[in-house]
């Protein structure tokens, strides 16, 4: 207990130390998200400015993205009398700021859900409508710890909540799938390998293993393109359209696109994606466990249980699988910093809107918000990998849990 | 091990030309690597390829001048054609995509040297540091590196190339900075047995100051290793660029480089597929025969084998 404890704090100074290090990379480096080939006049600038804190000073600009704060005055927005920010929710739309997207209604306006744990959820706040018309926009920054990440800075209607909630799933929906094929292939390949060391099925697996590790995902993913979705589409093509006349297709449909590249869809869209991704993580995968199982096949106990006369599948599940399993899980945290890499390709080639793209977009637009979000859930991601595989550790290695000596 | 017997002893002397009454374990671990043919091949093949890499404006003085823009399938590409000298076809500016190809492994080189030698200065001084000043240093130092290993750098790199990132060295040391964990994680082992061996304790006893102990017995004895591992490091670093350029980060035009060639040819590979046919089977090589020239290496050099 005390140990997950310990992982909770270390896992919350790493968030907040991967925060600053990204929040002072980007307002320490040249160019921000607002000056784009046709700048903002000043005047709008100088809100926009103050609307995402950027006028404040550095700490408390990292202290409100943080958390968040109740409402603030800034300069006039050409109404007379000065400019309110009130405490309202973390959504209200910016009307003065160019967006339209009002959705006050006659009591009050509508909050939306982008503070998971703030009191306002979900409720109508009377006389914010009045507010809003008379003193400009009223708003409310709920901060990072009530799981508020803000308003995107690149696109100014959107909110980072909202990138996240759509692009999680895409993303989610091919690494497990992945992680999945590779684990449940790759270990037993890996076992199977060990048993059969040197011989042709051995040399097989080291091969695909050697495979999966070298061929890097940006040349995988182009050349499955081409093999599934170009070159075998138009075999089937010809083979069920044209030679047996079994599908009928549209006029406009010109392949029969059964195993599709890009964008989302149905479970066939992320065929590619898992098969790219667990490709990767297969050959790894393959290598580790072959090497954990050779070292436990040539252990002592091992030997005993040959000379038992133990049949074989009994000596590899019982006595092998423990302990060669180790050097898999150990693996696991640069497993899961591969997905993370490998979806910045993956969801680039296949045109998936996943968070990798976020990711990179918001890198490559300036959109610090968008950045500082997709970055705190990636790692989070990172993290609650990291720790099941130190549980899964513990579970299977009773040297850990009696707190002895990490090798 | 190979026990050597008389002949193949006499043939080494033979060969040696002089009388040889022992062989430095530098010398035992040549012998070793040069046994292991497949690293041996992998070594050509790199070789050949750093030589092409080398010469590539001689590839542009033999295919790239006479560009043909009556050909109404100039600005189309066009598929690989032995004839008129384009190996890998063209792309859709009619540039040869061979020569481009040798043009981007020169930055895949350059990256090979640049970055993995920041990589290696940083392994090494974090390693060396960590080992040598032991106690709660060591710890602090260890448990950071524990998290950065287990945290992809690429990202950070990836917004830190999105800030800063024009200037081709720029690129270079950023891509350094994220692959160099492991090997301070070695170093540091190395450090540590070496720190407790008995000729440092020879030394110390015999008086010798501890930056004489550091200059004269620990750092010729790291040496090897951090070679290794710098061999090992190079396609890593390889493939960083490589996925840098894939997303448009790397480095910028007229430069190219592999990563960028393969993200070029995905664009337009349902019409195109041979723009990345050839970066990328060049990648895959390249990549291949560095992992196994760095495997033979660490074979050779491995102190468990001695």
């Known amino acids: 207990m005390s140990y997950a404890l310990q992982r909770f704090g270390q896992m919350l100074v790493i968030v907040i130390i991967a925060l600053l290090a990204v929040f002072s990379t980007q307002r320490l480096a040249p160019g921000g998200p607002f000056d784009g080939e046709r700048p903002p006049p000043p005047k709008i600038l100088e809100n926009l400015r103050a609307y995402y804190d950027m006028d404040l000073s550095m700490p408390a600009q990292f202290y409100t993205y943080l958390f968040g704060m109740a409402g603030r005055e800034i300069g006039d927005n050409g109404k007379p009398g000065k400019a309110h920010w009130f405490v ?117 697996m080291i091969t695909i293993g050697m495979f999966g590790t070298v061929v890097p995902n940006l040349v995988m993913a182009p050349l499955l393109i081409f093999l599934f979705a170009v070159q075998l589409d138009s075999v089937f093509h010809w083979l069920f359209v044209e030679t047996l006349e079994w599908v009928e297709l549209g006029r406009r449909q010109r392949t029969l696109n059964w195993i599709p590249s890009g964008k989302t869809g149905g479970v066939m869209h992320y065929v590619l994606p898992t098969l790219v991704l667990g490709t990767g993580l297969l050959g790894r995968i393959v290598r580790l466990s072959r090497a954990g199982a050779l070292e436990a096949l040539r252990s002592n106990y091992v030997r005993t249980a040959r000379a038992k006369g133990l049949p074989a599948h009994v000596i590899l599940l019982r006595h092998v699988f423990k302990p ?84 | 091990m190979t026990v050597l017997n008389r002949e193949r002893n006499e043939e080494a002397l033979a060969a040696a030309g002089e009388v040889l009454r022992s062989r430095s374990l530098t010398q035992l671990a040549i012998a070793r690597f040069l046994r292991n043919r497949v690293a041996v091949g992998a070594t050509l093949i790199v ?21 043909d823009f009556q050909d109404r399938n100039f600005y189309s590409g066009k598929a690989p054609d032995w004839d008129a000298k384009h190996y890998f076809g063209t792309d859709q500016n009619g540039r040869d995509i061979f020569v481009r190809t040798m043009f981007g492994m020169r930055i895949s080189m350059l990256v090979a040297l640049v970055a993995a ?65 492991i090997m301070a994680r070695v170093i540091r082992g190395q450090v540590i047995s070496l720190r407790n061996s008995d000729f440092i304790e020879a030394a110390r006893a015999a008086g010798v100051r501890p930056i004489g102990i550091l200059v004269r017995h620990i750092v010729p004895n790291v040496t090897g290793v951090a070679i290794v591992y710098m061999t090992l490091i190079i396609p890593e670093v390889i493939l960083v660029e490589s996925f840098l350029g894939y997303l448009g980060l790397g480095v910028q035009e007229p430069n190219t480089s592999l990563g960028v060639l393969i993200s070029e040819g995905a664009n337009a590979i349902e019409r195109k597929p041979w723009m990345t046919y050839g970066p990328g089977m060049f990648l895959v090589v390249l990549l291949l025969a560095l992992n196994f020239v760095g495997d033979g290496l660490r074979d050779a050099f491995d102190p468990k084998d001695r």
Not at chain 2, 55 to 64: D, I, R, S, V, Y
């Open chain 2, 47 to 67: 070789a050949v390829m750093i030589l092409m890499a080398t010469f590539a404006p001689l590839f542009e003085l033999m295919t790239g001048y006479e560009m």
């Open chain 2, 117 to 181: 030698s920041v990589a290696l200065v940083i392994g090494v001084s974090y390693g060396a540091i960590s080992g040598l000043a032991g106690g709660l240093t060591d710890t602090i130092m260890m448990r950071i590196l524990d998290l950065l290993i287990s945290y992809p750098l690429t990202l950070i790199a990836v917004i830190a190339l999105a800030y800063f990132g024009r200037n081709i060295f720029i690129v270079f040391i950023i891509i350094g900075l994220v692959e160099w964990q």
């Open chain 1, 88 to 204: 309202v929710p973390s959504n209200a739309e910016i009307t003065t700021l160019g967006g339209t997207n009002d959705r006050s209604t006659a009591e009050g306006v509508f909050v939306r859900q982008f503070c998971p744990w703030d009191q306002w959820l979900g409720q109508v706040i009377p006389g914010a409508r009045e507010q809003l018309r008379e003193q400009g926009t009223v708003f409310r920054k709920c901060g990072v710890v009530r799981g508020d990440f803000g308003l995107s800075m690149a696109r100014r209607s959107i909110y980072v909540n909202d990138y996240v909630r759509d692009g999680l799933p895409a993303t989610l929906k091919y690494a497990i799938p992945s992680l999945l094929f590779a684990l449940l292939l790759g270990v037993p390949m890996g076992f199977y390998a060990a048993y059969r060391q040197n011989k042709p099925a051995d040399f097989f």
């Open chain 1, 324 to 407: 060669a399993i180790l050097p898999v899980l150990t693996y696991m945290g640069p497993v899961t910093a591969f997905i993370l890499t490998g979806s910045l390709v993956i969801e680039r080639a296949f045109s998936l809107p996943g968070l990798g793209r976020q990711f990179i977009a918001a890198a490559t637009d300036r959109d610090y918000t968008l950045l500082m979000g997709t970055t705190v859930i990636l790692l989070l991601a990172i993290i609650l990998l990291n720790f099941i595989v130190d549980l899964l550790y513990t579970w299977l290695d009773p040297r850990i849990r009696r707190g002895g000596g990490r090798s």
